[in-house]
C-alpha cells in the first residue's frame, strides 16, 4: 500500500527557513516523478517543486532560488528545503506522485503539513 506522509511544517517569520518532509512506504521514490503542491486559502492547489526519476528538479517561478527539492533514497524520504519564505507561502504542503495532476480530485492528499510565514 502506497502511503506518503508530510512533516516538517510550522510557524516562522518572513525571512526564516523550514525544511518539510514526505516519508514514503509502499512507494520508491528513487525510481518515478514526485511533487510538492501547495494549497493556500481561497487560492487554487498549485504544484510547487517535482524531481524526476533521473533527478531532474523543477520550480514554479515563485520558488526558484528560494526552495530546494531533493531525495534520501536510503530513508526514501522527500525533502522540501525553503529559505527566505514570504507571506505568499503559507499554505498546506503536500506531496505525491507527479500522475496525480491527470485526476487530482481523485487522490487521497491527506493532511499534508501547515506552513505559515508572518
Known amino acids: 500500500q502506497v502511503q506518503l506522509v508530510e512533516s516538517g511544517g510550522g510557524s516562522v517569520e518572513a525571512g526564516g527557513s523550514l525544511r518539510l518532509s514526505c516519508a514514503a512506504s509502499?512507494?520508491?521514490?528513487?525510481?518515478?516523478?514526485i511533487h510538492w503542491f501547495r494549497h493556500a486559502p481561497n487560492k487554487e492547489r498549485e504544484g510547487v517543486a517535482a524531481?524526476?526519476?533521473?533527478?531532474?528538479?523543477h520550480y514554479i517561478d515563485s520558488v526558484k532560488g528560494r526552495f530546494t527539492i531533493s531525495i534520501d533514497n536510503a530513508k526514501n524520504t522527500l525533502y522540501l528545503q525553503m529559505d527566505s519564505l514570504k507571506p505568499e507561502d503559507t499554505a498546506i504542503y503536500y506531496c505525491?506522485?507527479?500522475?496525480?495532476?491527470?485526476?487530482?480530485?481523485?487522490?487521497?492528499w491527506g493532511q499534508g503539513t501547515q506552513v505559515t510565514v508572518s
Open positions: 505525491a506522485p507527479c500522475t496525480v495532476v491527470a485526476d487530482p480530485d481523485a487522490y487521497d
Open positions: 509502499g512507494y520508491s521514490l528513487s525510481t518515478t516523478c
Open positions: 524531481i524526476d526519476g533521473d533527478g531532474t528538479a
